[in-house]
């Protein structure tokens, strides 16, 4: 028997829509990923995103279910709000390095250290995309940006920050991990981890936090392919993957 | 349930929890904390929740998160801390959720005092966060009147999907007064499955977004339309208390405390036998231009009092209209305006 695999779009991806990502970003990646995984567990009419402030604010023109849009580092209250009076929904944040790790670092660490029982995915690319290049929480040292023209520099920005180690010193949160979509190989691993991160929520456990090292050629200055491989080589060197917590 | 004695902020949050309130999101700051406790205790036994967040930014998030879904909610603060909810608030009036926000105010600016004051006037009905958004603020002056302005402010949320805020002073909140609390059935609302997040399936499938970005101008301008067109129809809202107006010469308009405080003194003026009586305003949004215009032609004067430097004074002289002298006698938070001095002031206008 030959087995013939046809090559579709998620059903939970809207009709004929084409995203405004850059080529060769990683959202469009994660976000098939999200659309997948929806689909397969079946959740489409019973999930509830939330749209952050960042590159991705769009995303509700792209995927097929409830949204509600965040302001800039707020989700993770706006998305407490949501899963707190409607628990049979799964809800989920969806953010930018700007967004969680800088502006809204209240709301997440509060979030995971509440235990809210829902999941988060943080797209680190090290960079604010949609401002234009500016230097992020996690800008790599000696990394330029626009506001770092001369290379992050410890003594003036601090270290980059890493999300998911912190979180991880929390006793509550229930599942941390940090995974790529910068090869194949890594968007496997990425979608078992989101997959994982939203079954978590279905079997009524604690909060799930999958961080998704991506990349931002156009701000990176890079092409595509040479940007994938900068944050193979440079990005996880810092940001190493891996399981930090899984309800233990 | 039989008139008892309460203190304010705690008849607040049992007339919203009897008016099917059951989730409520906030972070304590004085003088209003006593309806976070009160919800902290009660709501979990009735299959609600409390969430105390890790500030008013957090708080006001939840609130919209929460009315996203349709849900009755509620948070309270008070002044400082209805400043960094401007943010959230300006978010909820774009996106068109329904949500309850009760400021229990105190003085400013900045940090200024913990004592009672109206100085969040301007805030309330002016904006307080970015763009062309308008609340429904409403201010009451009874412990009684607070109660079921509480309890119609969620139906009023519902009904025209906008945030509504209850604007009341630290007396308000501290206060104890006899109340009579009893269960307030919601009628003739839109369900939420006709608008809410999260009732995807019972509508067959279509998703619902709530969202306040419109990148396109002309998308914008429209979503603007829209948004004002609901403001002029909230104007149908309008609230307020005549009080001996009928053959008064001297109009005096006050709200929240300051009109009890006015009462006072209009009751003994008029047994002296001059002719003063009193527009409160109970919605500052809207504001009742109309019968103010209506009271000051004819009147010799028109006379503000506030807990504040003067600012409904602003919306009272765009109402009067030039049709008599308005002016403005106030105190700003913590000392309140005593009736001696509102009758001095009525004294020095004759």
Not at chain 1, 131 to 151: D, E, N
Not at chain 2, 136 to 160: G, H, N, R
Not at chain 2, 345 to 350: D, E, P, S, V
């Amino acid at each position: 028997m030959k087995e013939t695999k046809i090559y579709e779009r998620p059903k939970s991806w809207v009709d004929g829509v084409h995203t405004h990502y850059c080529p060769g970003c990683g959202h469009g990646i994660t976000h098939r990923l999200l659309c997948e995984v929806i689909d397969e567990l079946g959740i489409q009419e019973n999930t509830i995103g939330t749209a952050p402030v960042g590159c991705a604010a769009l995303m509700y023109d792209y995927i097929d279910i409830d949204f509600c849009e965040a302001a800039h580092g707020r989700a993770p209250a706006l998305a407490t709000g949501i899963k707190r009076t409607r628990p049979d929904k799964i809800v989920f944040t969806y953010q930018g390095d700007g967004d969680l790790a800088s502006i809204g670092t209240a709301e997440i660490i509060h979030v995971a250290n509440r235990g809210e029982k829902l999941t988060t995915i943080f797209i680190n690319n090290a960079i604010y995309g949609m401002t234009g290049g500016q230097m992020a929480p996690t800008t790599l040292i000696g990394q330029k940006s626009t506001t770092c023209p001369f290379g992050r520099d410890p003594e003036l920005a601090g270290y980059p920050m890493r999300m998911c180690e912190m979180l991880a010193t929390l006793e509550t949160p229930g599942y941390i991990i940090r995974v790529s979509v910068a090869k194949p190989k890594y968007v496997i691993e990425a979608k078992k981890a989101i997959k994982k991160a939203f079954q978590n929520q279905i079997d009524r456990k604690g909060y799930s936090f999958v961080e998704v090292l991506s990349n931002c050629p156009t701000n990176w200055g890079m092409p595509p392919v040479e940007a994938f491989e900068w944050t193979e080589s440079t990005m996880m060197p810092h940001y190493p993957l891996g399981v930090f917590k899984d309800f233990k | 349930m039989a008139r008892v004695l309460m203190k304010g902020t705690e008849a607040i949050a049992e007339a919203a929890i009897q008016a099917g309130c059951k989730y409520f999101f906030g972070y304590p700051i004085t003088p209003q904390n006593e309806i976070p406790e009160y919800m902290s205790a009660k709501l979990p036994k009735i299959g609600g929740a409390y969430v105390q967040a890790e500030s008013e930014v957090a708080a006001i998030n939840m609130v919209m998160g929460g009315g996203s879904t349709g849900t009755k909610i509620m948070t309270t603060s008070s002044s400082v801390g209805i400043s960094l909810m401007s943010e959230g608030i300006s978010y909820i009036a774009g996106c068109e959720i329904p949500a309850v926000i009760v400021n229990v105010m105190r003085g400013g600016p900045g940090l200024g005092g913990i004592l009672p004051s109206q100085a969040d006037y301007f805030q309330a009905t002016k904006g307080g966060g970015n763009g062309d958004y308008r609340l429904l603020v409403l201010a009451p002056s009874t412990l009684q009147e607070a109660v079921e302005i509480t309890q119609e402010a969620f139906d009023l949320a519902i009904k025209y999907r906008n945030p509504v805020m209850i604007l009341a002073d630290g007396f308000m909140g501290q206060m104890m007064e006899a109340v009579e609390i009893t269960e307030h059935v919601s009628k003739d609302l839109p369900k939420r499955e006709s608008w809410a997040l999260g009732c995807m399936g019972e509508r067959g499938g279509k998703r619902r977004i709530l969202k306040s970005l419109y990148l396109n101008p002309e998308n914008l301008e429209q979503h603007n339309i829209h948004l004002h067109k609901k403001y002029k129809e909230m104007e149908k809202e309008v609230r307020f208390e005549s009080f001996l107006c009928d053959d008064a010469e001297i109009i005096l308009s006050a709200f929240g405390t300051t009109a009890r405080i006015a009462r006072s003194a209009i009751n003994n003026l008029r047994r002296e036998g001059i002719k003063v009586g009193m527009l409160r305003p109970i919605t500052l949004f809207p504001f009742p231009s109309d019968k103010l215009n209506d009271l000051a032609t004819g009147a010799k004067h028109v006379l503000v009092v506030e807990m504040n430097m003067g600012q409904m004074v602003e919306d009272v002289r765009a109402a009067v209209c030039g049709k008599a002298p308005v002016s403005f006698f106030g105190h700003a938070g913590g000392i309140a305006p005593s009736v001696k001095e509102i009758e001095d002031q009525i004294r020095a206008i004759l």
